[in-house]
């Protein structure tokens, strides 16, 4: 039982270049969702799901772009990199309300 | 307003010191309020939670108080240690049927430093 796996860990893009994190989950939860953590930022909520086929936008969604076509897969994409998306991401899930999340590992991005 | 603010940014105690770390919300709709732990290079972790019907909780040594009328909680750590340094995050959120339901507003963080 992995929980969450996020993939890669770290990424190096230039700007322009287009590229998908991964986040993949065997826990079967509704809610996965999407952060970056920028020093001094804390957590700041990209995009998020509650099910297969529904997304909505977080606090911070420009230049991302999400998908959710099954329970466990929930990939965000970068469609054009820019050095302010330079950050750690954060892939999050929950059952429900009132429950904690349960975050990945991180993969940490670079755009030069 | 969806705000949680966290106070202090970053604090540095000596070993079997006890950090205390402050959140206030403005949202009286908010009845779960969960604290995570986050070590360098890895994801927050729940660490543990309250809700506004107790006045604290205590796990171990990590202790939640909480105020309801002055609208604040904090994170109380008993005989610090070196491990126990990471960076803290209070949360809240409140509970309704919808789909906002499930989101977690986040202070932004408080960095912990034990030193021996």
Request: aromatic share 12%.
């Amino acid at each position: 039982n992995a929980g969450v796996t996020q993939t890669p860990k770290f990424q190096v893009l230039k700007t322009g270049q287009s590229m998908t994190l991964q986040c993949a989950q065997d826990m079967n939860h509704e809610y996965m969702s999407w952060y970056r953590q920028d020093p001094g930022m804390g957590l700041r909520l990209i995009h998020y799901s509650v099910g297969a086929g529904i997304t909505d936008q977080g606090e911070v969604p420009n230049g991302y772009n999400v998908s959710r076509s099954t329970t466990e897969d929930f990939p965000l994409r970068l469609l054009s990199a820019a050095p302010s998306q330079t950050s750690v991401y954060f892939c999050a899930i929950s059952t429900g309300t009132g429950r904690g999340y349960t975050f990945g590992s991180g993969t940490r991005l670079t755009v030069v | 307003q969806q705000q949680v603010k966290q106070s202090p940014q970053s604090l540095i105690v000596q070993k079997g010191g006890i950090p205390i770390i402050n959140c206030a919300y403005e949202n009286t709709a908010f009845d779960y309020f969960p604290w995570y732990q986050q070590f360098p290079g890895k994801g927050p972790a729940l660490l543990i939670a309250i809700r506004p019907d107790v006045s604290e909780k205590k796990e171990g040594r990590f202790t939640i108080s909480f105020n309801k009328s002055a609208k604040q909680f904090s994170l109380h750590i008993m005989d610090s240690q070196p491990g126990d340094s990471a960076t803290y995050f209070c949360a809240a959120s409140r509970t309704y049927s919808g789909a906002g339901s499930y989101q977690l507003t986040f202070g932004k963080g408080t960095k912990l430093s034990v030193i021996p």
